[in-house]
């Protein structure tokens, strides 16, 4: 009861899911461009200005093991889904590993509407709650867009709680303090 390890299946093997929901090729696709756009030039440039001060090879490994890193992160969020399966829903988000929780142990769905700093930026956010209250699994529509929660909230087949106002991500937290943390 509660969390079980992944079935031993290729990540993508999508035949094992009834639903699988990726990040929005929208977030991919200006992730891409950003790196391309902007970090390479700027490590280009860094390099050049450092031929003069014979430190350039330092700057250069640093420029690459930063560029490794960047293209581990991009792989990532390429290969993260959240597959919603006969047993159980598996999560491999861009920073946590792959992990499934039981489909039989989410009890309840919390719909809320979130802004950060700016009221203007708003986001749909689904968190997944067992019988206790506690956080199984958080959706943000930022990333996997809104047609992707109603995909999981649709498939799930559990009761959902839509709060009606947009709430700042603190008063959601503060009012469902459960959603900070999820279950181990």
């Given at each position: 009861m509660g969390e079980t390890t992944a079935p031993a299946t290729a990540i993508t093997d999508w035949g094992t899911y009834d639903v699988v929901v990726r990040p929005r090729a929208a977030l991919v696709r200006s992730t891409a461009l950003s790196i391309?756009?902007?970090?390479?030039?700027?490590?280009v440039a860094l390099v050049w200005v450092s031929f003069p001060l014979q430190i350039w090879a330092v700057l250069a490994s640093v420029v690459v093991v930063l560029g490794g890193l960047v293209g581990l992160l991009f792989i990532r969020l390429r290969s993260a889904f959240v597959g919603l399966g006969p047993d159980g829903v598996t999560v491999r988000g861009v920073l946590t590993p792959r992990?499934?929780?039981?489909r039989d142990t989410v009890?309840?769905?919390?719909?809320?509407?979130?802004?950060?700093?700016?009221v203007d930026r708003t986001s749909r956010e689904l968190v997944a709650l067992d019988v206790e209250g506690t956080r199984l699994f958080r959706m943000r529509a930022d990333v996997w867009g809104d047609t992707g929660l109603e995909q999981i909230v649709d498939?799930?087949?559990?009761?959902?709680?839509?709060?009606?106002?947009?709430?700042?991500?603190?008063?959601?937290?503060?009012?469902?303090?459960?959603?900070?943390?999820?279950?181990?």
């Open positions: 391309v756009f902007s970090a390479v030039p700027l490590a992990w499934t929780v039981a009890a309840g769905v919390v719909l809320a509407t979130t802004f950060g700093s700016s498939g799930l087949g559990v009761q959902v709680t839509e709060l009606g106002r947009p709430l700042s991500t603190r008063e959601f937290s503060r009012r469902h303090p459960a959603v900070r943390t999820r279950r181990r």
